[in-house]
């Protein structure tokens, strides 16, 4: 299996519900940009310059390319120099930093060792679910829309509270559909099919069903 499996994909396409299933099936780290933006939002040690860079993060636009790169370069090398493979959620959102990435790569000989798993979803989807998910503020579990969920307000799997993310608020949605949903993305899709490591999956399937999908294409395909 591939060693840097990239998860690309809009805002609510299920990167986040398939890294998590991905790290608990096949050991690898999880580097989500998010998470550690939201840690580092909490941490009160963390450097005044870089809690300044995350006012970028409540209203839904992108955080500065240095602190993603501090971020998640360090959580990579970690991972690495372990010899443990990694998955890339919302690590990637602009081709300036997919380069980026690349030329990490390239200095570690993995250029061949890298999977794109692009989760396919409209804008209007996108838009649906994160207007209607919670999320676990214990373990960062991530609890979609349905009827029987509604009333639920403990994790299901830790039984932490369950809340609505900052962002997820009409006004931070529609700015990160636009700055990261399909249009976006068009171009960094672009730039990885040039390199061949394309694998498109319908993200509008149910949960089980993408997984089912992707750990076939993990396991078989790439
Ligand atoms: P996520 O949890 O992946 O939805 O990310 C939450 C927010 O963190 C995004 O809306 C951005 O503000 C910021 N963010 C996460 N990853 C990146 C990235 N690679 N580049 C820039 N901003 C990012």
């Known amino acids: 299996m591939k060693k840097v499996i990239i998860l690309m994909g809009p805002p609510g396409s299920g990167k986040g519900t398939q890294a998590r299933i991905l790290v608990s099936t096949f050991g690898y780290g999880h580097i989500s940009t998010g998470d550690l933006l939201r840690k580092l939002d909490k941490d009160p040690n ?10 970028a993060l409540k209203t839904g636009d992108l955080v500065a390319d240095d602190l993603i790169y501090r971020l998640a370069f360090r959580e990579m090398e970690r991972y690495l ?12 959102r602009t ?4 380069k980026t990435y690349q030329a990490f790569f390239e200095e570690r000989d993995l250029t061949d060792e890298i999977v794109v798993i692009e989760l396919a979803i ?5 838009y649906k679910r994160l207007a209607h998910r919670k999320v676990c503020a214990a373990c960062g579990f991530i609890l979609p829309f349905s009827p ?19 962002d997820d608020n009409p ?9 990261q949903g399909n249009e976006a993305l068009r171009p960094i899709i672009a730039y990885y099919k040039e390199l061949g490591v394309v694998k498109t999956i319908d993200g509008e399937a149910s949960i089980s069903n993408v997984d089912k999908v992707v750990i076939d294409i993990l396991e078989n395909e790439a």
């Open 46 to 55: 963390a450097d005044p310059e870089d809690k300044k860079q995350l006012a």
């Open 81 to 92: 120099e372990q010899g443990t493979g990694v998955i890339l959620d919302g690590a990637i």
């Open 95 to 98: 081709v300036a930093q997919a």
């Open 122 to 126: 409209s804008d209007e989807t996108s």
């Open 148 to 166: 029987e969920n509604e009333a639920q307000t403990l994790c299901p799997e830790c039984e932490g509270v369950l809340e609505v993310r900052e």
């Open 171 to 179: 006004t931070a949605i529609q700015e990160r559909i636009k700055v």
